[in-house]
């Protein structure tokens, strides 16, 4: 009926556009209201959608299900990308101020070293051609931990051992075994406290000497005189003593940051940063409101939540989702803090968002699709999803049970030719217009929310589909980013797209 009409009236399309306009233009509000209507394509044909999940443990380290079956899962469940983040060094020592500056008597667990880099990278390797599936090597690190307490009073603590950060794109066996983490000393350097090792193989060189040298007993007896060899006891006792406390000190470097010594805050991990940068990786911190506390053989383990080292580091992105809803998320929190900061200057980078799975269990167990990160990539390849996860071109999402997924069908912000997608930056000077698209879902209302520079400047409830354009013209450099919830845990996080003023603050990338 409507082909019909219009080809009665070829003018009347044209004649209802043209009063849409003028509508729009006597009545437009300084942000623009929402206008529901079908999805808007995703984004640029240049880019198509990656879904992927994040923060895996196998069989490699301490996890219950292999990399193949992860894999196979994954093709199952429609997801196209892992990025399994293994324990890359598991290993805890402790000695007493000064000798724990040098040395130590310590456990370790399965992890990535314990079991061999490149067995680690040819097992995902295998994995990723039995199925195509897109399986990334990652580590997941822990900075630093440091000492308290005393092992003798049964107060001994380590404190911060799980403030975890994710590696992902650095796969050189060189480069990971000398990375600064806890308990790594072959990443740490040569100080002076390295001379201390002198005392033990001078210990070795002579004890070795004297067992070298023939030694004699002499015994009287009446008028004839007996000499016996003696035995070199004492000095191979020295010498084992002497090669022990060398091997446990090999290769005789010194952590950058001593575990006994006092807190160095947060220099540990802008060490670990930096370094993962100049080596062209990705790093994000995990889990950065989970607190953790247990007990291993008489020694506490205890970690306070730590998302302001989202704030406080150079670090590419966070776990938003499910350990970043209290204090980064939140409008004006933390998250909104840091992305202030970058836009003036105060750091180089803005921290992005993404949603990690943190899974250990066995493979039945598993659900591939409560927590995804979607990506958008140039190429379904390694270098593309590094790319977009550098790029920020990503949004997470969090799935209750058997549910569909929300998706992020559009997200970006133009002026006049230019636009921008998430992680970009749109330079303009005027009004911005945001486009936005959300799908999926169970058909129940969800609540989206615009957040311009921490506030919020636009929120629509309604079911998906929906898609609004909203305008707004912000004084000097901003952010916008976008948040939609619903029924808990139902909820979808975009990452910001920036815009900066020809004559505004400087921004910091």
């Known amino acids: 009926m409507n082909g019909a009409l219009r080809r009665r009236c070829p003018g009347l399309p044209v004649l209802a556009a043209l009063c849409l306009a003028l509508a729009a233009v006597s009545e437009r509000p300084a942000i623009g209201a929402a206008n529901e209507g079908p999805s808007a394509p995703a984004a640029s044909p240049a880019f198509s959608d990656l879904v992927t999940v994040v923060h895996l443990h196998t069989t490699l380290s301490d996890g219950l299900a292999t990399p193949l079956e992860m894999a196979r899962a994954a093709r199952l469940a429609g997801v196209d990308a892992l990025v399994v983040t293994d324990h890359f060094l598991e290993r805890v020592e402790y000695a007493p101020w000064p000798l724990g500056n040098v040395m130590g008597i310590g456990m370790s667990r399965p992890s990535v070293m314990s079991n061999g880099i490149a067995t680690y990278l040819r097992t995902l390797a295998a994995a990723e051609a039995d199925t195509g599936i897109l399986v990334l090597p990652g580590i997941e690190v822990s900075p630093y931990a440091r000492w308290s307490g005393s092992l003798l009073t049964r107060t001994l603590r380590l404190e911060g051992w799980h403030r975890h950060a994710l590696v992902v794109g650095v796969e050189d066996p060189s480069a990971l075994r000398s990375l600064p983490v806890a308990g790594n000393r072959a990443g740490g350097g040569y100080a002076a406290w390295s001379f201390v090792y002198l005392l033990p193989a001078a210990a070795f060189g002579w004890a070795v000497r004297r067992a070298l040298r023939p030694s004699y007993r002499e015994t009287r007896m009446r008028n004839f005189v007996l000499k016996r060899r003696r035995a070199p006891i004492g000095e191979v006792l020295v010498a084992s003593a002497a090669l022990l406390v060398l091997a446990l000190g090999f290769p005789f470097k010194v952590e950058a940051y001593s575990p006994v010594a006092g807190d160095p805050g947060e220099a540990p991990f802008r060490l670990l940063v930096d370094r993962i940068h100049d080596l062209g990786g990705f790093v994000a911190w995990a889990h950065p409101e989970a607190a953790a506390e247990k007990e291993v053989h008489g ?199 920036f815009v900066v003023r020809p004559a505004g603050a400087e921004e910091g990338a």
């Open 299 to 497: 020694v506490r383990l205890a970690t306070e939540p730590y998302g302001d080292l989202v704030v406080k580091t150079e670090a590419d992105a966070f776990g938003a989702m499910p350990e970043g809803v209290k204090s980064l998320l939140p409008i004006g929190g933390l998250w909104d803090q840091a992305l202030r900061d970058h836009l003036l200057g105060r750091r180089k980078t803005a921290p992005f968002a993404l949603a990690e799975l943190d899974e250990h269990r066995a493979i039945g167990e598993m659900d591939l699709v409560i927590l995804q990160t979607v990506l958008q990539v140039r190429a379904r390849t390694h270098a593309g999803v590094l790319e977009a996860m550098r790029a920020g071109r990503m949004y997470g999402r969090w799935t209750p049970d058997r549910k569909t997924p929300l998706s992020l069908t559009a997200w970006s912000a133009g002026h006049g030719d230019a636009s921008a997608l998430a992680g970009e930056t749109l330079r303009c000077q005027g009004r911005v217009t945001l486009r936005l698209a959300v799908a999926g879902g169970d058909g129940a209302p969800v609540t989206a929310r615009l957040v311009r520079a921490g506030s919020v400047i636009w929120s629509n409830r309604g079911s998906p589909p929906f898609s609004s354009t909203v305008e707004d013209d912000a004084p000097g450099a901003t952010s916008y980013r976008l948040d939609v919830e619903g029924a808990y845990p139902y909820r979808l996080i975009s990452n910001p797209i």
